[in-house]
């Protein structure tokens, strides 16, 4: 009996060796496995980042746990090749597929930026644009950093696919980076996700230089004619003007602008409060989840750690940076035109460049320096909702010419 | 490349100009005020008007003067107040003095 049970110690033996080349810790040791190690201790950081200072916890928070969970060795929970070329391998996809390839599907067919744009339309109030529509043009006038950054991006040797996603980043808004990124080139996700998140929660931080550097002390103390109200009429008919508009104009940007207006409604028509709510709330915050673990899980090793994502991260800020100061110019340049009443104070045109409502409150703060009396927030959440359609616009518009 | 980066700044300017002139037009609609013939100014006889109308009127001016207010500086100051010393503002000589045990 005895030697019945011991005579299968060669089967004991490999087992065990099998069981060990199994678990993560070989895999440290194997190619590429330092590059593990690295991730691992960025997405502590970014952890670390969203935890302790609170930058976009909500979705830093969750891109860092998929980047920690994508590059443990041996857990298998995505894997790259199945996107490999960016389309889905469906004829391996069943047999090899992780937890996050499975999520990440929602990621590569455009589904979660777009459910997470019903959210947005839902919490946003567009009542300061329609009460003054000349505050689309500074919503235009930010997404010159988009295109300025795209060509930069090209000289700097990336394909024009690749460049178009990079310029989206000045576009400060999220869901639209990574839809058009998925749909351009899925492959710098991780990359443009974390820049375009990063740089959105540092908006306190990168605009206030630029719009003191644009303009004068007389300049930020001016004040802004009130606002008129606006009817609930209106408030129910601009989204349905607007997605009517833009999906003739533009279909590629319909589904993104689409679902925003479709959320707007929802909460402007009043009638439908239970749906208000649940995509203000849950599906937003389950959409949130997904959507942060997938595009973590696609910051690899392989294709996070090298020039490339140095490039991006050095563009992205570029982006940002001249997004807003296009924004404070153009402001300028309309008053040159305007009559002493309607004069606006350029802080505002910073809020083109989406990032809702982080960009509008620094132009509060800013024009509150110059004069304590001065209230700018509606007035800024004007181009700060602008933005939102017109990053869509941009990246409806280079999804056309680059998809 | 720079064509493409220059057509699409021009397109999303055009979509967005669009739009603010479509905004325009709607604000115009929504905002101008119904063409009425001048009525026929009456003369008011006092005692004419019923109470409704005068509580009509008392709310709405009410309501008026109460959205009125005056634009101050918004900059606080305290001001220090300086007084000349005078023996009959003294605290010290208001307070009976206790005799003193020598």
Redesign the interface.
């Known amino acids: 009996m005895w030697t019945l049970l011991t005579s299968n110690s060669n089967f004991v033996g490999e087992s065990l060796m099998k069981f060990v080349e199994s678990t993560g810790i070989v895999g440290f040791f194997s190619s590429m496995g330092w590059g593990s190690v690295v991730m691992i201790f960025v997405a502590f950081f970014l952890l670390y980042l969203a935890i302790r200072h609170k930058f976009e916890p909500l979705l830093l928070f969750t891109i860092a746990f998929g980047m920690l969970l994508t590059n443990l060795p041996g857990a298998n929970l995505y894997h790259t090749e199945l996107f490999a070329g960016g389309h889905v391998h469906w004829d391996i996809f069943v047999a090899n597929a992780g937890l996050l390839d499975y999520l990440y599907l929602g990621v590569k067919l455009g589904i979660y930026p777009c459910l997470i744009f019903v959210g947005v339309g839902a919490m946003t109030d567009f009542g300061p ?3 003054n ?2 505050s ?2 500074l ?2 006038a930010a ?2 950093g988009i ?2 950054t ?2 930069g991006a ?1 000289a700097l040797g990336f394909t ?1 696919a690749q ?1 178009g996603s990079i310029g989206i980043i000045g576009g400060a808004d999220g869901p639209t980076a990574i839809y058009l990124t998925s749909m351009l080139s899925p492959e710098l996700l991780g990359p443009i996700a974390v820049a375009a998140y990063s740089y959105m929660a540092l908006v306190p931080v990168i605009q206030p230089p630029i719009m003191r550097a644009l303009t004068t002390k007389k300049e930020r103390a001016i004040r802004m004619r009130t606002l ?1 109200p606006v ?1 609930k ?2 408030r129910i ?2 989204p349905l ?2 997605a009517v ?2 999906a003739l ?2 279909p590629s940007a319909a589904p993104l602008i689409g679902c925003l207006m479709l959320g707007n409604l929802m909460k402007e028509c009043g009638v439908v409060d239970r749906l208000s709510k649940t995509v203000q709330n849950e599906l937003m915050n389950i959409v949130v989840i997904f959507l942060g673990l997938t595009v973590g899980a696609t910051a690899t090793a392989e294709a996070f750690l090298n020039v490339r994502t140095l490039g991006i991260l050095v563009l992205g800020v570029l982006a940002f940076a001249m997004g807003t100061a296009s924004g404070v110019l153009l402001a300028k340049l309309m008053n040159l035109f305007a009559k002493e009443e309607n004069k606006i104070n350029p802080l505002i045109g910073s809020a083109g460049v989406s990032a809702v409502p982080m960009a509008a409150r620094v132009s509060q703060t800013e024009g509150q320096k110059e004069n ?2 001065n209230y700018l927030l509606m007035h800024a959440m004007g181009p700060n909702v ?1 933005g939102v ?2 990053s869509a ?2 990246a409806g ?2 999804l056309s ?2 998809g | ?2 064509w ?6 021009c ?3 055009f ?10 037009l ?2 115009w609609i ?2 101008r005020k119904p063409q009425q013939a001048p009525a026929a100014v009456k003369p008011v006889v006092q005692g004419q008007l019923h109470e409704e109308e005068i509580a009509a009127i008392a709310t709405a001016l009410k309501l008026y003067k109460g959205a009125l207010h005056d634009r101050e500086s ?2 606080l100051t305290i001001l220090s107040i300086k007084r000349a010393y005078s023996p009959w503002n003294s605290k010290i000589h208001g307070l009976t003095q206790l005799p003193d045990r020598k």
């Not at chain 2, 493409?4 to 700044?9: K, R």
């Open positions: 644009l329609i009460a529509p000349k689309f043009l919503g235009a997404q010159i295109f300025v795209f060509l090209y024009p460049a008129r009817s009429l209106e008919l601009f003007i607007i508009i833009i104009l533009l304590p009396g602008a359609v017109g616009v941009a518009i280079l010419f680059l | 490349m720079l493409v980066a220059l057509i699409s700044i397109l999303v300017f979509v967005l100009v669009l739009l603010v002139y479509v905004m325009k709607f604000g929504f905002t918004e900059v």
